[in-house]
């Protein structure tokens, strides 16, 4: 997929207005609701993410509920995931994860906002479940040869979000410092987090 | 969506499945690349509808329970380069797997 | 027969870290999917959407951007479930054709 916008690009610009106008004359949607829900997927970001990472690098408790129920963990901080059902897995000194949809471009986005236009190139999703360390060695991470990666392809009705290590380095800071650390690459797990200090 | 309106799940955490090998057409969430595989069932995920008759406009029931299944990665990629300990994990629908 | 978009494992190009700002035009095409798709209109599934994704030919498929794609299954859709019809949409385009020659 060409992240420039193809010739066609104006063609389906119209088609979004068209088809907008149409569902306003028959009632379906008004200019309201729309626009709240551009504003809504604005503000999600990976910062929501951060938030949920910082707290569990911080309360053993709630990485436990986290890693039990990843939407009930969000929930618990008050973000809103409406019908998300998030998975989030671990990364420990031994695995790895990286999140992937190679079907289509299935994100955490309820939580996290729109995905980045490359986790929907077809660079990424048809390579990272078959090279994933050569795909990692792209966006500059380079995994250790003792540590099992696992690629998680979203397929179906759940969502992924990686729980990175925390950084060596960052003993006593708070759970807002501790989430300007992590990046959304990390939570997807192209990336990891460097060491502090 | 009730327990009730779900087909039982037949496979627990750690059987040995085979992804089963199949191409009909339409709307199917079973990625190609492991489509005639054995995984391991790594968890349960719940009983969702069926995408293949969503995809329709249809219900899609009785829901199918779904797993996520563990590969290694060097059983489904026969020239895979990295380590062998790797893994990937696929969302399949009980209707695609069987015991392996 | 493998689909287009079941692509995992195939080879590819080198990932570019693409940070793609979108367009008012493709929030907006998202905005609509989640405002048809919500229970209350019912008015889209998401297998839907991308059965009408998966359905476009190879080449339109690689070609097309990502809200193209979506825009493309979006109308696809809402025609097959009889909520507007091919002739409504077409003269509706042809209206924002001649305001963009306006423009």
């Keep these: 997929m060409s992240a420039a916008p193809s010739d066609s690009a104006g063609y389906y610009r119209r088609m979004q207005a068209a088809v907008?106008?149409?569902l306003i004359l028959k009632g379906i949607v008004t200019p309201a609701e729309v626009q709240r829900q551009v504003d809504a997927m604005d503000a999600r970001s990976y910062k929501r993410g951060a938030q949920m990472v910082a707290r569990a690098w911080c309360d053993p408790a709630y990485k436990a509920r986290m890693l039990a129920g990843g939407s009930a963990a969000a929930e618990e901080l008050g973000l809103e995931v409406g019908p998300l059902r998030l998975i989030v897995v671990e990364n420990t000194a031994r695995v790895h994860n990286v999140i992937v949809c190679t079907l289509c471009s299935c994100y955490p986005r309820m939580l996290l906002g729109i995905p980045p236009e490359w986790y929907?190139?077809?660079a990424y999703r048809s390579r990272v479940v078959r090279?994933?360390?050569a795909v990692l060695a792209e966006f500059g991470t380079v995994l250790p040869d003792d540590v099992e990666l696992r690629v998680h392809d979203s397929t179906a009705d759940m969502r992924y979000m990686v729980l990175p290590l925390r950084p060596r380095g960052t003993d006593g800071w708070d759970e807002a410092r501790l989430a300007a650390l992590v990046t959304r690459d990390?939570?997807?797990?192209?990336?990891?987090?460097?060491?502090?200090? | 969506m009730s327990a009730l309106d779900a087909v039982p799940a037949r496979f627990r955490v750690g059987d040995r499945v085979r992804v089963r090998r199949a191409d009909?057409?339409?709307h199917v969430r079973t990625p190609w690349y492991c489509r005639g595989h054995v995984g391991t069932i790594e968890r349960l995920c719940g009983a969702f509808a069926n995408p293949e008759e969503l995809a329709y406009n249809r219900p899609g029931r009785p829901a199918q329970?779904?797993?996520?299944v563990r590969f290694v990665a060097a059983e489904l990629w026969p020239d895979y380069r990295e380590r062998a300990a790797d893994a990937v994990e696929v969302e399949i629908f009980q209707h695609w797997l069987e015991a392996a | 027969?493998?689909?287009v978009h079941d692509m995992g494992g195939l080879p590819a190009g080198r990932c570019e870290r693409d940070e793609h700002e979108y367009e008012r035009w493709e929030k907006r095409v998202d905005a609509l999917m989640m405002l048809l798709s919500a229970q209350d209109r019912d008015l889209m599934k998401v297998d839907e959407l991308r059965r009408n994704i998966e359905s476009l030919g190879a080449d339109a498929y690689d070609r097309m951007g990502y809200y193209e794609r979506?825009?493309?299954a979006i109308a696809q859709t809402l025609i097959q479930r009889g909520v507007i019809t091919i002739d409504e949409l077409g003269r509706k385009l042809a209206e924002q054709e001649a305001r963009d020659e306006r423009a």
Excluded at chain 1, 186 to 193: F, K, M, N, Q
């Design chain 1, 20 to 22: 907008e106008e149409l």
């Design chain 1, 131 to 133: 090279a994933p360390r």
């Design chain 3, 70 to 72: 979506w825009m493309h």
């Design chain 2, 65 to 68: 329970p779904l797993y996520r």
């Design chain 2, 24 to 26: 009909p057409p339409g």
């Design chain 1, 186 to 197: 990390s939570l997807i797990g192209v990336a990891r987090l460097p060491d502090q200090g």
């Design chain 1, 120 to 122: 929907k190139s077809r």
């Design chain 3, 1 to 3: 027969m493998r689909g």
